[in-house]
């Protein structure tokens, strides 16, 4: 179950944790779409999540992926770090008995587990908007998965979101980055934030973004759920940024779902689309499962449909308008405001 190569890294783990050389049950635990190899092991009668990393690259990095975990194990955000070797990408953590958590439960407590995560010191690298580029967004126009008046309509309004959204340092926090229900686990009582794999310096809307796709599907909750976060009433430039991030975060599932699940081979949208809300609900109940190529393409569709939804709402344009008055672009009068995203080439 283990691969031999890496039994010895596993075998100094539990001595130098534990003090013994073997554990005494192992199950494997297929989450997501990570290549690292995951494992619930049983050692001296406690149980405790065993990760090894097969792969190491920019998105992969034990080094900066066990900074994260550990800062947020300090402030109580994910499970106890037992053991981390950045140079054998093994890791040791407490293992959490999850139990379901209501959708609404965790819209609610959600905003408060960010605040905190956000307020921890800066993580040690930056999100590479770049590279999610150049692999998911820029690709996705040739691709023939959707019709090209549609792409035309979508890549304007998002150009308008990259020449518009404002990369702020004091908005730039430590993130998560990847709050899927698989890794947002409750033990009974309390949130735990599980997978550190993507987190990086990142803007504080992602995060809230992300986790609002699952969870914000009335527009009437949405200022309790920033208050929460902020502990006041969002400002009119705060709720626009998020609008404008959820906008772009539709873009970004899409083409990332799109490209994966379809794997170079044609793929068309349903005449029944499901309904957005529908279909997240569905992830967060784990109904649907998300390593099935087909329930990826169809997450991809119906981001998509909702992005081109969401740009033809006034709010887009009034979002559009907040922002720029507020945080000018580069060149400005009032001088130059760096934009988050990049402009395509």
């Not at 999850?98 to 905190?116: F, S």
């Amino acid at each position: 179950m283990i691969p031999e190569e890496k039994l010895p890294a596993v075998t100094r783990a539990l001595y130098q944790t534990f003090g013994v050389s073997e554990f005494e049950e192992i199950d494997q635990i297929t989450r997501g779409l990570s290549s690292d190899l995951v494992f619930r092991i049983v050692v001296q009668g406690s149980p405790y999540l065993l990760r090894i990393a097969t792969q190491i690259n920019e998105r992969m990095d034990p080094a900066r992926i066990y900074a994260c975990m550990q800062a947020a194990s300090h402030a109580g955000l994910t499970p106890a770090v037992r053991y981390a070797s950045v140079e054998d990408g093994v890791s040791l953590t407490d293992f959490i008995h999850a139990v379901p958590l209501a959708a609404d439960e965790a819209l609610h407590q959600i905003p408060y587990t960010l605040r905190t995560l956000h307020a921890l010191p800066a993580f040690p690298k930056e999100f590479n908007y770049l590279t999610a580029h150049k692999f998911f967004i820029w690709r996705f126009p040739t691709a023939g998965l959707v019709p090209q008046p549609e792409i035309d309509q979508a890549f304007a309004a998002y150009q308008q979101i990259c020449s518009t959204y404002p990369r702020l340092d004091a908005d730039m926090v430590s993130s998560h980055l990847d709050l899927k229900p698989d890794n947002i686990l409750f033990d009974g009582s309390r949130l735990w934030l599980v997978d550190w794999q993507a987190a990086f310096l990142n803007d504080r809307y992602f995060d809230l973004s992300v986790a609002a796709g699952y969870l914000l599907h009335r527009d009437h909750d949405e200022p309790a759920y920033l208050a929460r976060y902020f502990g006041r009433p969002a400002t009119d430039c705060e709720r626009a940024r998020f609008f404008l991030m959820r906008q772009a975060l539709h873009l970004f599932s899409a083409t990332v779902f799109l490209l994966i699940g379809a794997a170079g081979k044609p793929a068309h949208p349903p005449e029944n689309l499901p309904s957005f809300e529908s279909f997240q609900q569905g992830i967060w109940t784990r109904e649907i499962d998300m390593a099935d190529k087909q329930m990826q393409v169809l997450n991809g569709y119906v981001h998509w449909r909702r992005f081109l939804d969401n740009i033809c709402q006034s709010r887009f344009a009034d979002s559009l308008q907040t922002i720029s008055a507020a945080h000018p672009p580069a060149g400005a009068a009032a001088g130059p405001v760096p934009r988050l995203f990049p402009l395509a080439p």
